[in-house]
C-alpha cells in the first residue's frame, strides 16, 4: 500500500482544519471566483464602451461594478499580503480572457482553442495555488505515482470542486 508522503499529509491536514475553523466552502469560493472574473471583464467592457461612444455614463456603471468586484475579491483574498490582491485579480482576469480567446478559436483551430484553454487553467490553477497559500509544492508526491511531484493543478484539482456539495 502506497503512503502519502509526510509533507502532503500535513498541508492536508492544515488545509482541512482551516475549512474546519473559518468554515471556508471552496465550491462557494470557486463559484465567487467565476463571477470576480466576469465583473472584471464588465469593467472592461464598460470602458471600451464608455471610450468608444463617447458616453460617460458607461464609467459610472463601470464605478458601480468595480466596486462590487472589489467586495467580492475581499472575500477571497487578503488584501495585506504583498501584491497577492492584485495578482489574484489579473490572474482571474487573464483565465477569462483566455477561455473566451479559446472559445472563439474553437471554430477554426482546436487546437490552438485547447492551447489556450490549457494557459487559462494554468492561470487559475496558480490563482487557487495563492488563495490557499500553497506555495511551495516542490516535493509533494502523488499516492499513485510516487516518481511524479505534485503540481499546483494537481492539488487544486483534488482541493476545489464546484460540485462538492
Known sequence: MNQQPTEFKAL???IETAKRSSGADLSADEDL???VMNLV?????????????GDDHYFDLLDEVRAQRKALLA??????EGESWCASKHLLATTMRLIEVGTKLRASDKAEANAMFERAYRMYTMFWALRLKLVDTNGLRSEAAKEKPWTMQDIVNRL???CDE
Open 41 to 53: 471583464s464588465l469593467e472592461e467592457h464598460f470602458y471600451f464602451t464608455a471610450m468608444r461612444t
Open 160 to 162: 476545489v470542486n464546484c
Open 12 to 14: 492536508l491536514e492544515r
Open 75 to 80: 472575500r477571497l483574498v487578503d488584501r495585506h
Open 33 to 35: 471566483s467565476l463571477a
